[in-house]
């Protein structure tokens, strides 16, 4: 009663709206027809969405009517084994297979001379180097016929198969500095020692007395892994031949105890400043 009264009134708004218009043009009958449409396609709507949840169930259903059959679990027996004669000796194995060798070339003998006592040397006739660059056959330690057609050999002389190797360039041993090793190097006795080494050592050159010339010379040098001391340079001088003193002393010093990084004694760069005063 409700739909036909919302129907009715649609219909009385659709007449209000084309009372002046030519309702035969098409546009009056199609707004008409919607709410059949409408509801055509609302009933569809929910035709569609209950097959989809009603299939399933249906087909479930059919499903478990439907006898289904068991699996048949199949059973061989075997008989007993059969008996095994203790004095029947094993079949012999199959015959190896033989490979035959590879087809050789022929070869000429043609050997360098070798240095004998007269008595000792046997005449052998000598084929001509000439005549061996005119012939196809190898050359061997002895005259063996073969085929021409093989590959050829390289047998006689293993020694010249050898790989040749090219040397490696040696490896250059990192220097340290002294903020890269756990250890550092130590003079023997420690740095007291090594003060009164430099005092007892060094000269103070005359050129450098007359002219009043006094400070600190800085070096450095390289503690080696045995202890020993190379590349000794100057940084900083003073002149006078201060620098040269320090280094000649410092390139007599005796052997340092090496420093070490993870354990293991390296090389290291050490800078040690000179003191030249005049007193």
């Not at 080696?224 to 100057?234: E, F, L, P």
């Amino acid at each position: 009663m409700a739909e036909e009264r919302s129907t009715s009134i649609y219909r009385d708004m659709l007449d209000i709206v084309f009372a002046d218009r030519n309702k035969a043009y098409g546009a009056y009958f199609l707004r008409r027809e919607y709410p059949k449409h409408l509801r055509r396609a609302l009933l569809y709507a929910l035709l569609l969405v209950a097959s989809f949840v009603i299939v399933p169930f249906v087909m479930s259903a059919v499903k478990s009517l439907v006898p289904q059959e068991k699996p048949v679990d199949v059973v061989a027996e075997l008989g007993p084994p059969p008996d095994i004669d203790p004095n029947t000796p094993p079949p012999p194995p199959p015959p190896p297979v033989e490979t035959p060798p590879p087809p050789t070339r022929t070869t000429v003998r043609f050997v360098p001379p070798v240095v004998k006592k007269d008595e000792e040397v046997v005449e052998e006739k000598q084929i001509a180097t000439e005549d061996l660059k005119l012939i196809d056959d190898d050359i061997g330690k002895e005259n063996k016929e073969g085929n021409d057609d093989a590959p050829p050999a390289l047998l006689d002389n293993p020694s010249e198969l050898k790989i040749v190797e090219e040397p490696k360039a040696p490896v250059e041993e990192k220097t340290y500095e002294m903020f890269d090793i756990q250890k550092p190097p130590s003079f023997p006795g420690g740095e007291g020692e090594l003060l009164k080494y430099l005092a007892e050592n060094i000269k103070y050159p005359p050129l450098a007395r007359e002219n009043n010339i006094q400070g600190v010379v800085a070096l450095t040098f390289v503690v080696n892994k045995n202890g020993s001391v190379s590349d000794v340079a100057i940084v900083k001088d003073i002149g006078g031949g201060c620098g040269k003193e320090a280094m000649r002393v410092v390139g007599t010093m005796p052997k340092w105890s090496p420093g070490e990084a993870n354990g293991h004694p390296v090389k290291v760069r050490y800078t040690l400043p000179v003191r030249f005063r005049l007193e």
